[in-house]
């Protein structure tokens, strides 16, 4: 049976944390998570070893044990042998041009994209199950990157209305229920999971 089969039952999360793999901080947040919030692990470098993968792999028996969605980034290999929610698809992965992979990853797991331009929402489209818009708001994770503008965020949000859409980039409750006038399912963040 499938990974995507086994969390078919379970609900999508309304958040998301994304737990950077190189800050051991994130820990802590973690362990404070319940069901309820998703789980995103990244990290920043471009080629991820097996290292990676087996850093993460007390991590990920962590959210087994509490029923937490967790998404690993893009390896079939480890997602398989985790058996994770969700792959991450990145920009520089490959993959997403290669269509005869992308059928085959959509049957056994959620992909999730993060859009930052119309450019990217036209190119992932079609290859996500989940979109992150980002950044929607000045972030501390990222404080150089200036938050999209409010007509292209929901523009975005238009061209890609048949995707599950996620908030990304400052976010918390409160810019969630300002936001949520459009047909965003729930958002995405590192520093709103920090108490």
């Not at 039952?9 to 362990?31: A, C, E, G, Q």
């Not at 199950?129 to 980002?134: C, N, V």
């Amino acid at each position: 049976m499938t990974s995507r089969f086994i969390y078919k039952k379970k609900s999508i999360p309304k958040r998301w944390f994304f737990y950077n793999v190189d800050i051991s901080t994130n820990l802590k947040i973690l362990l404070t998570l319940d069901r309820k919030i998703g789980v995103v692990f990244f990290n920043k470098q471009k080629k991820m070893g097996h290292s990676l993968f087996r850093k993460m792999e007390p991590l990920i028996t962590f959210c087994k044990s509490k029923s937490i969605n967790f998404v690993i980034p893009f390896s079939m290999y480890w997602a398989n042998k985790y058996r994770a929610f969700g792959v991450l698809l990145e920009e520089h992965d490959l993959v997403i041009n290669n269509k005869k992979l992308i059928i085959n990853l959509k049957k056994r797991f959620t992909i999730i994209c993060k859009v930052h331009s119309q450019i990217e929402a036209i190119k992932k489209k079609n290859v996500a199950d989940i979109i992150f818009i980002s950044p929607v708001h000045l972030s501390n994770s990222h404080p150089d990157q200036l938050p999209l503008q409010n007509y292209i965020f929901l523009y975005l949000c238009h061209l890609l209305k048949r995707k599950k859409i996620y908030a990304l980039g400052g976010m918390n409750e409160k810019n969630f229920k300002i936001k949520n006038s459009v047909s965003i399912s729930g958002f995405g963040g590192i520093s709103t999971f920090r108490k």
